[in-house]
């Protein structure tokens, strides 16, 4: 779905992911950590970015925006994406997701973009419950969902985009509990 929502942090600019964006994403998506962190086949080639990128203006039941920096000094695109994706309007729930590329890891970048999807969700979307599916391994992931106010509900099985079948966690926020403002 093409959307024009531009959100703007003290740090960063979340805008609709596009075709510029093509170069972060197939580095992200080559990154072998990624197969182990979400299960999918890395990219192998710049046109499955750019396939992708395409998909994502026919979801209806997606956004996804690239987070950059807004000072163009700490790098010149995209460093990272956050989603609200698995969208049920009716249920008033989304699914939150994100990632950002190694380099630009441990420094607030993805709780400040997740805090600002979440309040946008929530006041401007009629989200009422923002969910997420860790993996049970993946550790910085759980922090960051635990710092935003998540709360665990146990812990499920999914099949991974690979066949795998792994434990995850069931994180649940409520409009209700919001504390990230």
Same mark, same amino acid.
């Given at each position: 779905?093409?959307?024009?929502?531009?959100?703007?942090?003290?740090?960063?600019?979340?805008?609709?992911?596009?075709l510029?964006?093509?170069?972060?994403?197939?580095?992200?998506?080559?990154? *072998?950590?990624?197969?182990?962190?979400?299960?999918?086949?890395?990219?192998?080639?710049?046109?499955?970015?750019?396939?992708?990128?395409?998909?994502?203006?026919?979801?209806?039941?997606?956004y996804?925006?690239?987070?950059?920096?807004?000072?163009?000094?700490?790098? *010149?695109?995209?460093?990272?994406?956050v989603?609200?994706?698995?969208?049920?309007?009716?249920?008033?729930?989304?699914e939150?997701?994100?990632?950002?590329?190694?380099?630009?890891?441990?420094?607030?970048?993805?709780?400040?973009?997740?805090?600002?999807?979440?309040?946008?969700?929530?006041?401007?979307?009629?989200?009422?419950?923002?969910?997420?599916?860790?993996r049970?391994?993946?550790?910085?992931?759980?922090?960051?969902?635990?710092?935003?106010?998540?709360?665990?509900?146990?812990?499920?099985?999914?099949?991974?985009?690979?066949?795998?079948?792994?434990?995850?966690?069931?994180?649940?926020?409520?409009?209700?509990q919001?504390?990230?403002?």
């Open positions: 779905m093409i959307f024009d929502t531009i959100i703007k942090t003290e740090r960063l600019i979340l805008r609709c992911k596009n510029s964006d093509a170069e972060h994403l197939f580095r992200l998506r080559s990154d *072998p950590e990624y197969f182990e962190l979400f299960g999918r086949e890395c990219y192998t080639k710049i046109e499955q970015a750019h396939e992708f990128i395409h998909s994502l203006n026919e979801d209806k039941f997606s996804t925006f690239s987070i950059l920096p807004n000072d163009n000094t700490i790098a *010149p695109d995209a460093i990272g994406s989603c609200l994706w698995n969208i049920e309007y009716d249920k008033k729930i989304a939150i997701g994100y990632s950002l590329e190694k380099a630009y890891r441990g420094r607030g970048y993805a709780y400040e973009a997740c805090k600002a999807v979440i309040q946008h969700a929530f006041s401007d979307m009629n989200i009422e419950t923002v969910t997420a599916f860790p049970v391994t993946n550790q910085p992931s759980i922090a960051l969902l635990e710092r935003l106010g998540f709360e665990s509900v146990g812990i499920i099985k999914m099949t991974m985009d690979s066949g795998e079948e792994a434990e995850h966690y069931d994180f649940r926020f409520k409009k209700a919001d504390k990230t403002s």
